[in-house]
Nanobody
Framework: QVQLVESGGGLVQPGGSLRLSCAAI????????MGWYRQAPGKQRELVAV???????NYADSVKGRFTISRDNAKNTVILQMNSLKPEDTAVYYC????????????????WGQGTQVTVSS
């Protein structure tokens, strides 16, 4: 019913920037929050940043001051602007949509994107 389409991953040098985009596609009535998670090799999946439909945000301590999350509610899209990238930011980044209500359906569901690779290396 709902798909999360991610784009913007790639290879960048330390200190560089990337912009990740995620669009939720479907017959969507509302989304409680959208965010980005990441998982590096040998590591647990961790929250990077999240934003609610009202605009409140939360960031992992490791990315504060470097990453900025924003959204366009009308387009059901979330953006993660990543600046001053470090090798430790290398991971697969997953988009998440929480508390999604679809038209004609009961209740709410959560959805995940396929993941996009971000590699920070010289």
């Amino acid at each position: 019913q709902v798909q999360l389409v991610e784009s913007g991953g790639g290879l960048v040098q330390p200190g560089g920037s990337l912009r990740l985009s995620c669009a939720a596609i479907g017959s969507i009535a509302s989304i409680n929050a959208m965010g980005w998670y990441r998982q590096a090799p040998g590591k647990q999946r961790e929250l990077v940043a999240v934003i609610t439909s009202a605009g409140s945000t939360n960031y992992a301590d490791s990315v504060k001051g470097r990453f900025t999350i924003s959204r366009d509610n009308a387009k059901n899209t979330v953006i993660l602007q990543m600046n001053s990238l470090k090798p430790e930011d290398t991971a697969v980044y997953y988009c998440n949509a929480d508390g999604v209500r679809t038209r004609g359906a009961l209740g709410r569901n959560d959805y995940w994107g396929q993941g996009t690779q971000v590699t920070v290396s010289s």
